[in-house]
């Protein structure tokens, strides 16, 4: 660590029994420079709290997004983000020029053009789930029946998975986010045998191209059949889980303001208000570097503290407070730079979808549990929660 009179503090925090970001953040901006930290394996690293300086770090070249760099942060024993050996593809642990490559091919793939084509797709799905919701006897988990359901059928009509190989592919999915009902090894063997999967699809698809996004892709040429494997795995698990926390969190917070019940600008601001992917942005300095008045050496990790940013009064006029109209969309919810969640505009189409139709359908929907006594994921990367009990 760099020569600091302060003392430092340990991370992660928890959010404290609700929504709400952990009340340390605060102190951090209030402080203004990166704070000084370590992870529980002891391994030092730099919190950055404020949100201009949270982009500044998503958008300097002398900062790296890659795993294999010297400091790069590991919250977790196992899991985040794999290098390029263990799975090749996964793009988001690459800089530029290498970055540019997986994303130069695969942003036409989710523009805002692209998604509109994929909005019947995207409604009959919800509305499928919806129904299969109005089958039971007037309750349900709204995670396990609806947020989850979603975003992996969704994906999997994109991807052009055979209708018979859907439960197998969701399945599997969900078994991979499910970290408070699945052991490490249930997770890990879901991991090898979606990825199997996927490098066979690839495979078939090589030689019996339809008109799905691998085929697409594979038409380009640009990417390997290894790469594209990895980077399709890497679609699946980036929108999978953050999106169902997404929905089932908005949930929640659209029953408490109905007004914005169907407001196209709910969706970002639910998105900023949630940050449910505070830590998913792990870095390392690969030059020294000075953020927000604080020397960075080389080699040293970088948490950008994404739930703070989306938080930070300099750059929100009410940000603990549930205002679309007020708050906008300067948020990093969805990150920023070069690394931007490529499916951003799918997500929002999928979240926009989900409520909408949900309200319509079911107006008298009713969450029957204490928001405080709800199962919230404190002990996990990305919030959310792992079941909503809902009755009509």
């Given at each position: 660590m760099t020569s600091t009179d302060q003392e430092a503090v340990p991370f992660p925090y928890r959010r404290p029994g609700g929504m709400a970001p952990p009340p340390e953040y605060a102190g951090f901006r209030a402080g203004g420079a990166p704070v000084r930290s370590h992870l529980p394996s002891g391994h030092p690293v730099w919190l950055v709290p404020r949100h201009a300086d949270v982009r500044a770090v998503l958008t300097d070249p002398r900062i790296s997004a890659n795993p294999a760099n010297e400091g790069f942060p590991k919250v977790a024993v196992t899991g985040g983000v794999p290098t390029q050996d263990e799975i090749p593809g996964w793009?988001?642990?690459?800089?530029?020029?290498?970055?540019?490559?997986?994303?130069?091919?695969?942003?036409?793939?989710?523009?805002?053009?692209?998604?509109?084509t994929w909005q019947p797709t995207i409604q009959r799905v919800v509305d499928e789930c919806v129904d299969a919701l109005l089958a039971k006897d007037g309750t349900a988990d709204l995670v396990a029946d609806l947020a989850l359901a979603v975003p992996s059928r969704i994906i999997s009509a994109i991807l052009g998975v055979p209708e018979a190989d859907r439960d197998f592919f969701e399945t599997r999915t969900q078994v991979l986010v499910s970290v408070a009902t699945t052991t490490e090894g249930q997770r890990a063997d879901a991991a090898r045998?979606?990825?199997?999967?996927?490098?066979?699809?690839?495979?078939?698809?090589?030689?019996?191209?339809?008109?799905?996004?691998?085929?697409?892709?594979?038409?380009?040429?640009?990417?390997?059949?290894?790469?594209?494997?990895?980077?399709?795995?890497?679609?699946?698990?980036?929108?999978?889980?953050?999106?169902?926390?997404?929905?089932?969190?908005?949930?929640?917070?659209?029953?408490?303001?109905?007004?914005?019940?169907?407001?196209?600008?709910?969706?970002?601001?639910?998105?900023?208000y949630h940050s449910v992917g505070d830590m998913l942005a792990m870095r390392t300095a690969v030059a020294d570097v000075t953020i927000g008045g604080r020397l960075i050496r080389a080699g040293e990790g970088i948490i950008p503290l994404l739930a703070s940013a989306n938080h930070d009064e300099a750059a929100f006029g009410c940000p603990h407070r549930f205002d679309p109209a007020?708050?906008?969309?300067?948020?990093?919810?969805?990150?920023?730079?070069?690394?931007?969640?490529?499916?951003?505009?799918?997500?929002?189409?999928?979240?926009?979808?989900?409520?909408?139709?949900?309200?319509?359908?079911?107006?008298?929907?009713?969450?029957?549990?204490?928001?405080?006594?709800?199962?919230?994921?404190?002990?996990?990367?990305?919030?959310?929660l792992h079941s909503l009990p809902v009755a009509w």
């Open positions: 793009f988001v642990g690459l800089d530029p020029p290498d970055h540019d490559r997986f994303r130069k091919v695969l942003i036409p793939e989710f523009t805002v053009r692209r998604v509109r045998q979606l990825l199997r999967y996927i490098r066979r699809l690839v495979g078939i698809k090589s030689k019996w191209p339809g008109e799905d996004l691998i085929s697409r892709i594979l038409r380009t040429g640009v990417l390997s059949a290894d790469e594209l494997s990895g980077a399709v795995m890497l679609l699946l698990m980036a929108g999978h889980e953050t999106t169902a926390n997404n929905i089932a969190l908005g949930v929640i917070t659209l029953l408490a303001n109905p007004e914005w019940i169907g407001d196209e600008r709910a969706v970002d601001e639910l998105v900023r007020a708050n906008g969309r300067n948020h990093v919810g969805f990150g920023y730079g070069v690394h931007q969640c490529l499916g951003q505009n799918l997500v929002r189409a999928e979240m926009a979808c989900v409520h909408r139709t949900l309200f319509d359908r079911i107006p008298t929907l009713r969450i029957t549990a204490a928001i405080e006594d709800l199962p919230f994921k404190y002990d996990g990367t990305v919030f959310g």
